[in-house]
């Protein structure tokens, strides 16, 4: 938003800073987290929830920076310690196995997910559409409230508080479908393969540059420019559907690969008999990840990503780029440099951690089924994140967000809710939780795999002190200022 916009329209300007601040939330719920696969060995990372995240709908926290890091260290290792008491596996697999099943008749959730992905067409074809030809206030636009306070902060946190429906929301899902019903079923039915040996490194690779594009662009302030990406990310995504079909969703779409992975973290699950309640996060214990090449990488670049997102927009990286960018290296190209180098030492560092592991354990299971073992632990940290960065955010902007829905062309003036001061301490504990859950998953996890009590327990020693220290470092960065990303 532009001064003149500002001065326009007062309201609007601490809520252009919240929109555009859905950017910067996504980069530390990843940048801790992405920290958080040395930490836990394959269980745990760090990421980080900053108190600008929120612009100026949420305050910042009031309780001092030491006590808030000491904290958080001192609940994590706790939580580590207590776990380790639990020995009893019987009734450790009580728990994560225990469900409840709930009627799902097939005939009625094939009706419903065809009129939600109907739905879910028109509703993207709006966004295209308000975002080209409506207002250009960011916070007045129906596009840039609906992708990013709707869809990705708000529907996010329903994938892991509730449960993935993005199966059936998928508008790319559908419209894939109908174009290759246009294409007749023969052509539906012949399609290409994509290569065994990518395994599902193309959504690696995706997620990676999406985030790029966020960090860079005005993406998020710029409806017009929004509606564009849109535009290219539904004829890639769509023709290529219509010519690898499921596989693409699987192996390539990183939007539906972070969907998938953050709905095992939620306690509504759909299995071979249906949909079940769970305890959250218990779902992670079934089984590790699969042996396809990549599938270890995409979950820590699910933390790295939110990690480089956090960590372009803290003082330390404006003073450390700065100097780089005078000597007359390219902005963008330290900023992909970054990018690339950031995920390179993550998973090395995941990787040298899970033969710690091994070592502690003194296993003969290899190093790479540990990586695939302890992986899915990641994933609640990266939940825990989220949530901390966006549920503010999603909640001061949802007045907003109510009044463009209902009237997209001519929205009234901007109206932001403005969350209580101890907002700020809930999404402390947001973070938090998310570690202790990840501490039983991966406590779970040990004794699945390694047998005996003594073996489980030692292979999780590597982990612990990297874990605390990575917590704490993560909350000491919630605390730090907001700088906005220089050069970009």
Known sequence: MTDGDEKRDPSAGVVDRTLSSVRRAGRQTGRHAGLATLALVALTGTARA???????????ATVPTWLTVLT????????????TLLTDHEAMRAVNWWRAGLP???????????????????????????????????????????????????????TYLVGNTWPAVNPWRALAAGVGRVLGRA????????????????SVVGLLALVYVEVVSPIGQNPRLLAAVIVGYSVVTVAGAVR????WFDRVDPVSRVFAAYGRVAPLQRD?????????GTALTDEPLGERPGETAFVVALLWVTTYDGLVATPTWANAVEPVVSVGVP??????????????????????????VRDSAETYVTATEIERWFAPA??????????????????????ALAAVVANPLAPPETVALVLPSWFSTFRLLCVLGGHVLAVWVAHSLAFELFPGVLAAIRSQFPSVVVMIFYTMTSLWVITQPYVPPPFV
């Open 50 to 60: 900053h108190s600008g995240s929120l612009g100026g709908a949420v305050t910042s």
């Open 72 to 83: 958080g260290g001192v609940v994590v290792g706790a939580s580590f310690l207590f776990t």
């Open 104 to 158: 799902s008749p097939p005939g009625v959730w094939r009706v419903v997910r065809g009129g939600v992905g109907a739905l879910a067409v028109v509703a993207l074809a709006a966004v295209v559409a308000i975002g080209l030809v409506g207002p250009t206030t960011p916070t007045r636009n129906l596009a840039l409230l609906v992708v990013w306070a709707g869809w990705w902060a708000g529907y996010t946190i329903s």
């Open 187 to 202: 052509r539906s039915e012949v399609r290409s393969s994509l290569p065994e040996r990518w395994g599902v490194w193309p």
């Open 244 to 247: 690898y079909g499921a596989a």
């Open 272 to 280: 071979e008999d249906g949909l079940s309640l769970r305890v959250p």
């Open 331 to 356: 902005a963008l190209l330290v900023y992909v440099l970054v990018l690339v180098a950031g995920f390179g030492l993550f998973l090395g560092v995941y990787r040298l951690a899970s033969r710690r």
């Open 378 to 399: 990641l994933l609640p940290i990266a939940a825990g994140y989220h949530l901390a960065h966006f549920l503010g955010y999603f909640l001061a902007l949802s007045p």
